[in-house]
Each structure stands twice: as C-alpha cells, then as structure tokens.
C-alpha cells in the first residue's frame, strides 16, 4: 500500500454557544485505507514517543492499528519505521501509547492453564495443524469443548 492510497480526513464538529458564537471543536483526526476503508489513526505513539507508521506490513500482513498480534507483554504495539514498501523494519517497533491511538482490536489471553492471562500467540501448530484462532479443546475432561490457544 502506498501513501497514495490514504485519504486523510478531519471531522470537526460546529456547535452554537450560548451567546449564538460558533464554536469549532475537532472530533477526530484520522486517515482511511482506500482499499478497506479502515480508519487509519493518524497521531498515535509508542510509549517512548516515537510515531507509529500506519499502515505497515509484518509477515505479509498488513496492520492499519495498533496490534495485540504477537504480543509477549500483553500490550498494542505498532511499528514506527518501515521500508519503502510498507513493511515494517527489523526491531523497528514498541508498544503503543493507548492514550494517542485509536486501538479497537481486542486482545486474546488464556484464562486458565501454565500461562494464564498470557496473550494468545497466532499462528501455531499444534500436531502438525496450523492455527490463526483459538482451538477447541477435544480430549474428554473438564476442559472439554473449551477454546484454546499457544502462547509461546
């Protein structure tokens, strides 16, 4: 995706004061993806500061937020410099300030096991399958028909 397939948008909301003023306040200030049409955000940090580059590529997928993808500490992270091609460089990334970025992805963590409260980690094999969700739990215990998920 090149920057020529981002439309940059600025909704601003008019209202009308008390004394009949107009009063201007910006809503939001965000980009959208021509293809998906995915809000883009477009002033988001990382915690250190640094602004997170929208969209960018990892492992062939394309991120146009915040991702909880791959996570190890259970935080947002976004990349904050790529290549010409969008995609992300090596070691190029860090957690995302919350506060700056519009993150509407929810993370997926275990609730129980040896690594409750862990996020999931996508892909894995699991027996030679490869998994992008949460499996289903197949062997008759207590745990049956439960979904989960590697965090390795």
């Not at 980009?31 to 929208?54: L, M």
């Not at 904050?80 to 919350?98: I, L």
Request: net charge neutral; with cysteine.
């Amino acid at each position: 995706m090149y920057l020529s397939e981002v439309l940059v948008l600025m909704v601003l909301a008019v209202s009308v004061g008390a004394q009949g003023t107009v009063e201007r306040y910006k809503v939001r200030d965000v980009g959208y993806d021509r293809n998906s049409h995915a809000p883009i955000p477009r002033h988001c940090q990382t915690v250190t500061g640094r602004r997170c580059v929208f969209p960018f590529k990892i492992s062939g997928k394309v991120y146009t937020q915040c991702t909880y993808d791959d996570t190890n500490n259970g935080q947002p992270w976004c990349a904050y410099s790529t290549h010409h091609d969008g995609t992300a460089r090596y070691g190029q990334w860090y957690d995302c300030d919350t506060s700056t970025c519009h993150i509407t992805e929810e993370p997926c963590h275990t609730v129980s096991g040896p690594d409750s409260r862990n996020t999931c980690k996508f892909p894995f094999i699991f027996n030679g399958v490869w998994y992008n969700s949460c499996a289903t739990w197949t062997w008759n215990d207590q745990n049956y028909g439960k979904r989960w998920c590697s965090t390795q």
